[in-house]
């Protein structure tokens, strides 16, 4: 199980201590980082910006939008990218939900693996430097309408590579099979390895859909590692995160990972957790996020603990756990995780 570097969206502003810290991955030997973008920071500024200091990372996204850009400039941006880091970009992409995609982006949201599929295809045919087509309802090019004077093109760009991995961000079990039928990999939100039956058999069924399962597939997830004597003080450094997706990041019956944390058992912990979140107590909507929901998606208290859980990781389907930290935290994260 190689080890990533989650270096996410921002809040406010650029976080402090972050070139420190790709310093520090890069010399424990981690094998790439990732950034993220909702509707603030985006994935791709970053991600250059932090790969030009350094010199063996891969350079991946977790995830960009889809409704942020066109395909064709989303494989521009990774292409262009690719060339500037020597072959080292993963593209990781997620189709988001309703609240941003329409609230935001201002782009429909239905018909999300519709979308999803198309977009892949026109990646793929982007990066290999085809002439554009697509005579999908989502991404018709060229366009069916205006001047009429659009025609199909070819990127004048010719891609560092055109097998380009491209991963692709899931939760529900249809979105999560489709990755396996279309993408070189899967990127969980949140993963459970201790009840993973429901992503295996989504997987599957991509697979066989595929005509099987491609050798060099990934699964990319971010864990939570907080090492503490007081495992509950560890908890209270995750719950808060929890509590803001279970509760807030989706409305009330369009809530992906609020379905993720229900299918392993804990809708009625949802639904308090969701309920204080929407009528405005953040702080109550935290300390409803139990010790072992906590638990099953991170690993938190003494490095005893953590070590023994470990195997539950390393046994499941990731291959690449993406954690966070100051430098410190990293280098106690790569001894543990070995």
């Given at each position: 199980m190689k080890l990533g570097l989650a270096l996410g969206y921002w809040g406010s502003g650029p976080p402090p201590g972050v070139e420190e810290k790709v310093a520090a991955a890069e010399d424990l030997g981690f094998d790439s980082l990732w950034t993220a973008e909702a509707y603030g920071s985006d994935a791709f500024t970053p991600l250059a910006w932090y790969?030009?200091?350094?010199?063996?990372l891969r350079l991946g996204t977790s995830v960009v939008q889809m409704s942020a850009r066109t395909p064709t400039a989303t494989a521009m941006a990774a292409m262009t990218l690719d060339h500037l880091?020597?072959?080292?970009?993963?593209?990781?992409?997620?189709?988001?939900?309703p609240q941003v995609v329409e609230g935001w982006y201002g782009q429909p949201?239905?018909?999300?693996?519709?979308?999803?599929?198309?977009?892949?295809?026109?990646?793929?045919?982007?990066?290999a430097r085809e002439k554009v087509v697509s005579d999908g309802p989502h991404y018709p090019i060229p366009h069916p309408g205006?001047?009429?004077?659009?025609?199909?093109?070819?990127?004048?760009?010719?891609?560092?590579?055109?097998?380009?991995?491209i991963l692709l961000a899931?939760?529900?079990?249809?979105?999560?099979?489709l990755a396996a039928e279309i993408a070189d990999g899967w990127q969980p939100l949140f993963y459970a390895p201790?009840?993973?039956?429901?992503?295996?058999?989504?997987?599957?069924?991509?697979?066989?859909?595929?005509?099987?399962r491609p050798e060099n597939f990934e699964v990319v997830c971010m864990v939570q590692i907080v090492v503490d004597d007081d495992t509950e003080a560890a908890a209270d450094r995750i719950r808060p995160f929890l509590a803001l997706y279970i509760g807030g990041m989706g409305a009330k019956g369009a809530n992906f990972h609020y379905e993720v944390f229900a299918r392993m058992g804990y809708e009625d912990e949802c639904a308090r957790i969701?309920?204080?979140?929407?009528?405005?107590?953040?702080?109550?909507?935290?300390?409803?996020?139990?010790?072992?929901?906590?638990?099953?998606?991170?690993?938190?208290?003494?490095?005893?603990?953590i070590a023994e859980e470990?195997?539950?990781?390393?046994?499941?389907l990731v291959t690449t756990m993406v954690v966070d930290g100051p430098p410190d935290a990293l280098r106690r994260i790569r001894d543990l995780v070995g």
């Amino acid at each position: 199980m190689k080890l990533g570097l989650a270096l996410g969206y921002w809040g406010s502003g650029p976080p402090p201590g972050v070139e420190e810290k790709v310093a520090a991955a890069e010399d424990l030997g981690f094998d790439s980082l990732w950034t993220a973008e909702a509707y603030g920071s985006d994935a791709f500024t970053p991600l250059a910006w932090y790969g030009a200091r350094s010199s063996r990372l891969r350079l991946g996204t977790s995830v960009v939008q889809m409704s942020a850009r066109t395909p064709t400039a989303t494989a521009m941006a990774a292409m262009t990218l690719d060339h500037l880091s020597g072959g080292r970009v993963t593209l990781g992409i997620g189709a988001s939900g309703p609240q941003v995609v329409e609230g935001w982006y201002g782009q429909p949201y239905p018909k999300p693996l519709a979308r999803t599929r198309e977009y892949v295809r026109i990646l793929r045919d982007t990066i290999a430097r085809e002439k554009v087509v697509s005579d999908g309802p989502h991404y018709p090019i060229p366009h069916p309408g205006g001047t009429g004077l659009g025609k199909p093109l070819r990127s004048t760009l010719h891609p560092y590579r055109t097998d380009l991995p491209i991963l692709l961000a899931a939760e529900g079990p249809k979105n999560v099979a489709l990755a396996a039928e279309i993408a070189d990999g899967w990127q969980p939100l949140f993963y459970a390895p201790r009840h993973d039956a429901h992503y295996r058999e989504s997987l599957e069924t991509g697979f066989a859909a595929r005509g099987g399962r491609p050798e060099n597939f990934e699964v990319v997830c971010m864990v939570q590692i907080v090492v503490d004597d007081d495992t509950e003080a560890a908890a209270d450094r995750i719950r808060p995160f929890l509590a803001l997706y279970i509760g807030g990041m989706g409305a009330k019956g369009a809530n992906f990972h609020y379905e993720v944390f229900a299918r392993m058992g804990y809708e009625d912990e949802c639904a308090r957790i969701q309920e204080l979140y929407l009528a405005g107590d953040k702080g109550a909507a935290a300390k409803a996020v139990p010790t072992s929901m906590v638990e099953q998606v991170a690993l938190v208290g003494p490095e005893a603990k953590i070590a023994e859980e470990l195997p539950v990781f390393r046994d499941s389907l990731v291959t690449t756990m993406v954690v966070d930290g100051p430098p410190d935290a990293l280098r106690r994260i790569r001894d543990l995780v070995g």
